[in-house]
């Protein structure tokens, strides 16, 4: 069992800058692939990026590419995205997810979910 908790949302010009974390309990964070996905009003969850166990492979969505960056801390059991650049076409609840089995850009791979952050990115 993973719990999974966002921080770091909030609200930003456009062409600002936030850092999410996530925070993970339990000892065997290092064992999940982890991802970050948003949800706008309105619209069905869309992958952002994802990062293998080890930290080394790393995924993103295309529209998120040069701006974003998801890394990962497995000592201190957390999982950033640095997010630049920002748009008002970012705004959305981020959430962040894990998985046991591959650092993929598919919902229903993923095992375990935090509730979300609010981001929002006025114009």
């Known amino acids: 069992q993973v719990q999974l908790v966002e921080s770091g949302g909030g609200l930003v010009q456009a062409g600002g800058s936030l850092r999410l974390s996530c925070a993970a309990s339990?000892?065997?964070?290092?064992?999940?692939?982890m991802g970050w996905f948003r949800q706008a009003p309105g619209k069905e969850r869309e992958f952002v990026a994802a990062?293998?166990?080890?930290?080394?492979?790393?995924y993103y969505a295309d529209f998120v590419k040069g701006r974003f960056t998801i890394s990962r801390d497995n000592a201190k059991n957390t999982v950033y995205l640095q997010m630049n650049s920002l748009k008002p076409e970012d705004t959305a609840v981020y959430y962040c997810?894990?998985?046991?089995?591959?650092?993929?850009?598919?919902?229903?791979?993923?095992?375990?979910w935090g509730q979300g952050t609010q981001v929002t990115v006025s114009s």
């Open positions: 339990g000892r065997t964070f290092r064992s999940y692939a």
């Open positions: 990062i293998s166990w080890s930290g080394v492979n790393t």
């Open positions: 997810a894990a998985s046991i089995n591959y650092y993929s850009n598919y919902v229903p791979d993923y095992n375990y």
